[in-house]
């Protein structure tokens, strides 16, 4: 399956003249001069951008989540402030901040820390909102690993809200997706909380 998938990465790719085409149309609408030396080569640069940050679109997320098996973990395990760097698909604006993912082995399934950062990568180089994407990190994991409860928290600044609109510089969007035990749960629920905002239950900062 996996492979099928990778197959199926490398016939999509991305029409770069097309992205060009766009980037020059809105120059001209912008009443600027897409021939004028700064911008000439701006198209260009920003459709090759546009693949590298969005290139998340065309990878299947859940390949390369390998499955180990390790009996003796069956406790929280929380990865937090994974960086973030994704853009808002209402305003074709970045949205940046970091990600905090917790999970609860069940028989002993765990998955390479590495891998949970880079599934959080590849969703967020992507057109995305920020709510989609916090469950689409939990949904994948869940399925993935079949754990007795995931918990993912993002946290970030939306360019869109601080450049435009109601223009608030620093607001930071918090949104959570809950499963398993961390939904059924409020003491386990809490410990992740406490964990992820740097404490340990009932004790000192770390
Ligand atoms: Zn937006």
Redesign the pocket.
């Known amino acids: 399956m996996a492979r099928k998938n990778r197959k199926n990465c490398q016939v999509k790719k991305m029409d770069l003249k097309k992205i060009e085409q766009g980037v020059r149309l809105v120059i001209e609408g912008l009443s600027e001069d897409p021939e004028r030396p700064g911008l000439k080569g701006t198209p260009g640069r920003v459709a090759r951008m546009m693949e590298d940050i969005l290139g998340g679109t065309l990878l299947d997320p859940t390949e390369d989540l390998e499955v180990f098996q390790d009996e003796r973990h069956d406790e929280l395990v929380l990865i937090r402030n994974i960086p973030l760097y994704s853009f808002?698909e209402?305003?074709l604006?970045p949205f940046a901040g970091v990600a905090h993912v917790a999970y609860i082995p069940k028989e002993g399934r765990i998955i390479g820390l590495s891998k949970i950062a880079r599934l959080v990568d590849t969703l967020a180089r992507r057109l995305q909102v920020q709510e989609r994407l916090t469950k689409q990190v939990a949904d994948i994991l869940n399925a993935t690993l079949n754990p007795l409860g995931v918990m993912v928290v993002i946290e970030a600044e939306?360019l869109?809200m601080s450049m435009r609109g109601i223009k608030k510089p620093k607001a930071i969007t918090v949104t959570s997706a809950v499963r398993g035990s961390f939904r059924n749960n409020p003491a386990t629920r809490t410990e992740a909380m406490m964990l992820i905002k740097g404490g340990i239950p009932g004790g000192r900062e770390v």
Request: proline share 0%; glycine share 0%.
């Open positions: 808002c209402h305003h604006l939306h869109c």
